[in-house]
Nanobody
Framework: QVQLVESGGGLVQVGGSLRLSCTSSRRISRFDTMGWYRQAAGKPRELVAGIRSGGSTNYADSVKDRFTISRDYAKNTLDLQMNSLKPEDTGVYLC???????????????WGQGTQVTVSS
């Protein structure tokens, strides 16, 4: 059973920064894609940033040029550097990992429990 544990959330003022980390019980090199999702109150879960095994990244338009996703293979973590935070960035941030498990392309997903980020104005 893979465990993903997020850390680094908290309360920050508008314009501030936070760095989230997701520690995996499995080597992160085993995952094909990893990402950070955000769950805001009353809104659907959305992908904030994703990264593939080859290193390519993608971001939600709302966070481009402010957030940076990265993998730290030495620490075995998925990180999200968040700068210039806005009130609309508030939500629970969840770590996600996906692996292809057979030649037919079947995928298995794993989720963390999430860490709360609150941006106050």
């Amino acid at each position: 059973q893979v465990q993903l544990v997020e850390s680094g959330g908290g309360l920050v003022q508008v314009g501030g920064s936070l760095r989230l980390s997701c520690t995996s019980s499995r080597r992160i090199s085993r995952f094909d894609t990893m990402g950070w999702y955000r769950q805001a109150a009353g809104k659907p879960r959305e992908l904030v940033a994703g990264i593939r095994s080859g290193g390519s990244t993608n971001y939600a338009d709302s966070v481009k040029d402010r957030f940076t996703i990265s993998r730290d293979y030495a620490k075995n973590t998925l990180d999200l550097q968040m700068n210039s935070l806005k009130p609309e960035d508030t939500g629970v941030y969840l770590c996600h990992a996906e692996a292809i498990v057979n030649v037919e392309g079947a995928r298995v997903e794993h989720w963390g429990q999430g860490t709360q980020v609150t941006v106050s104005s």
